[in-house]
């Protein structure tokens, strides 16, 4: 199994441009995360999936940020317009049914820069 | 508030030597306590996860152990390599059925292992 796929792996733009980050949880899976990294922070939630229906939102920072679940193998990140305090690293986790204990995968993660 | 401390925030260790990494956490109610390692520009794997019964867990030269009375727990690593060198994430979950909506992460011990 190939994991938790994220693209872009780097992705640089300016301020007020829109950006669209991807992640294919692993086969399987029927939840899907959207997590944002920084050093101030930490790891914090921005949204979750449970079988491609959106869960929690309650992380999205603000309207700038959207998130969809066209299907069980993709899933999409979108911030417009992007400001610089959007600049992140924002990992995508997967994870399938369990009693409670279930195990998250992570992807490699999206460096985002927003200059 | 629920929260979840970790100390130190940073350690630096010669290799062979044994660490231990501490996590105290004010999350209620508990479900599950998790110990992730992140290498640098990789995502978060998981090492162990132990509920409220388990006072201890190991994964190869990692041992968790959990205090829940006290609200405390470990991730001891036996004679420390290199590839150790690593951010170890403290995550702490409230529910019992879907856990993952509810992981409430600490901010990470930054271990570097020297040769």
């Known amino acids: 199994d190939a994991g938790v796929i994220q693209s872009p792996r780097h992705e640089v733009t300016e301020m007020g441009q829109e950006v669209t980050l991807r992640c294919k949880p692993i086969?399987?899976?029927?939840?899907l995360f959207w997590y944002r990294q920084t050093m101030m922070r930490g790891l914090e939630l921005l949204i979750y999936?449970?079988?491609?229906?959106?869960?929690?939102d309650s992380g999205m920072p603000e309207d700038r940020f959207s998130a969809k679940m066209p299907n069980a193998s993709f899933s999409t990140l979108k911030i417009q317009p992007s400001e610089p305090r959007d600049s992140a690293v924002y990992f995508c986790?997967?994870?399938?049914?369990?009693?409670?204990?279930?195990?998250?995968?992570f992807g490699s993660g999206t460096q985002l820069s927003v200059l | 508030k629920n929260q979840v401390e970790q100390s130190p925030q940073s350690l630096i260790i010669l290799e062979g030597k044994n660490c231990t990494l501490q996590c105290n956490y004010t999350v209620s109610p508990f479900s599950n306590l998790r110990w992730y390692k992140q290498d640098t520009g990789r995502g978060p794997v998981s090492l162990t996860i132990?509920?409220?019964?388990?006072n201890t867990k190991s994964n190869g030269r990692y041992t968790a152990t959990l205090d829940a009375d006290t609200k405390q727990s470990s991730l001891h690593i036996t004679a420390s390599q290199l590839s150790d060198s690593a951010s170890y994430i403290c995550?702490?979950?409230?529910?019992?059925?879907?856990?993952?909506?509810?992981?409430?992460f600490g901010r990470g011990t930054q271990l570097t292992v020297w040769p």
């Open positions: 999936f449970n079988n491609n229906v959106p869960i929690d």
């Open positions: 086969s399987g899976h029927d939840y």
């Open positions: 986790a997967s994870a399938r049914p369990s009693r409670g204990n279930e195990k998250l995968f």
């Open positions: 995550v702490v979950s409230t529910d019992r059925g879907s856990t993952l909506g509810r992981l409430y």
């Open positions: 132990m509920t409220f019964s388990e």
